[in-house]
């Protein structure tokens, strides 16, 4: 895919975040891995005004190469994780409001749901606290996802970082880490009305899940 058609997808890719309401605002991004570094949402831009030009590619040392405008100010934490996992070609940046309110607490989400053992293959994990726009949120996302099944963090008091070997399976995994903490934190509020404990699924079980899921579910093609 020449670097055109990457940026039409990437702005067709950015729409999603307001549409799936992860997004407030000019906050969020999407970057795309490309030959020698990345490309990613302008800074301070809205999503009404985005256009795939607008689009700003830098090497993985966070520096523009090609673009007018200054790229997201997450730009260095991406450019972190593309260093560090090779097999990553696309990562997705989101505040969104359920899985954030669960960063607040500084917790993981456990894996209470059976899309939970699917698509995360176990609870999502909380990475701690780190200052923005250097390398620290960065390492904390590489130093927990490396070998980890889920393709999703949330990070303590900030929000959601995803992970996918293509920008579309990040957004998905992004999603999904909304969807999921939506139902887990009502079914948390239902549990205490009633007196009772949310079911955290056995790991046995969330084993033979993530199996299912990922080597025989769907239609065998590629993943997104
Ligand atoms: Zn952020």
């Known amino acids: 895919m020449n670097h055109a058609e990457l940026r039409a997808e990437l702005h067709a890719l950015h729409l999603e975040l307001p549409k799936n309401s992860l997004v407030t605002w ?4 999407i970057s795309a891995r490309v030959d020698g570094g990345l490309l990613i949402k302008p ?9 795939p030009e607008s689009m700003v590619a830098t090497d993985l040392d966070a520096q523009v190469i090609e673009g007018d405008l200054s790229p997201s100010s997450d730009t260095a934490t991406h450019a972190y994780i593309y260093r560090h996992l090779p097999d990553v070609g696309g ?14 607490t500084g917790h993981a989400i456990p894996c ?27 390492q904390e996302v590489v130093r927990v ?9 949330i990070l303590q008091s900030h929000g959601v970082f995803t ?9 998905k995994a992004a999603v999904m880490v909304e969807d999921v903490a939506r139902t887990v934190f009502l079914a948390c509020q239902l549990a205490a009305a009633r007196g009772v404990e949310v079911q955290t699924l056995a790991p046995a ?10 080597h025989v579910y769907g239609q065998h093609q590629e993943t997104p």
């Open 163 to 171: 992970i996918g070997k293509t920008p579309l399976a990040a957004l």
């Open 112 to 138: 209470v749901l059976t899309a939970m053992a699917d698509e995360f293959g176990g609870p999502v994990p909380c990475g701690s606290f780190a200052p923005i726009g250097g390398a620290d949120i960065g």
């Open 91 to 104: 990562i997705v940046h989101t505040h969104s409001p359920y899985a954030t309110a669960w960063a607040a």
């Open 26 to 29: 000019t906050s969020g991004n």
């Open 43 to 51: 800074s301070g831009v809205t999503f009404a005004e985005l256009t």
């Open 145 to 153: 996802l490396k070998g980890h099944r889920s393709p999703a963090i």
């Open 205 to 214: 079980d969330i084993d033979r899940l993530h199996h299912r899921y990922t």
